[in-house]
């Protein structure tokens, strides 16, 4: 495969691993907010804290996957990197770094869509 085709998947997983990184600091964020918010308060309503205890499992969910994808993203750097030197295959290559993009932007739109339910569920309660 073109070594500059190489090249530009490289930075093209540099830049999706910074975005999962960015994304992923903030849901330790999103958790204490949470938490400060309804942890300690006695609600008596089931569905809050059905809700919340939803709200929080959702986002553990969602901080597994993107510490999966990273590893991902390591191993296709890797691959990329011997591919490099001279180690070709690329049907390959295209197909799993195909598969991979489309794996990072299911997470991305989960990430977002938790976000956005996260914030309207906080709108909407307080």
Not at 23 to 42: H, V, Y
Request: hydrophobic content about 35%.
């Amino acid at each position: 495969m073109n070594a500059r085709i190489l090249e530009l998947f490289m930075k093209e997983n540099d830049a999706w691993d910074d975005m999962i990184t960015r994304q992923k600091k903030e849901i330790p964020n999103l958790e204490r907010m949470i938490s400060s918010i309804f942890d300690g308060k006695n609600f008596q309503d089931e569905e809050i804290t059905s809700n919340v205890n939803h709200l929080k499992s959702e986002m553990q969910a969602q901080e597994t996957c993107m510490t999966n994808i990273k590893e991902e993203l390591a191993k296709q750097q890797d691959f990329l990197a011997s591919e490099k030197r001279g180690n070709s295959y690329p049907v390959h290559t295209l197909l799993s770094q195909n598969a991979l993009r489309e794996r990072i932007r299911n997470a991305e739109r989960q990430f977002l869509d938790l976000k956005c339910n996260y914030l309207n569920y906080l709108a909407n309660t307080l």
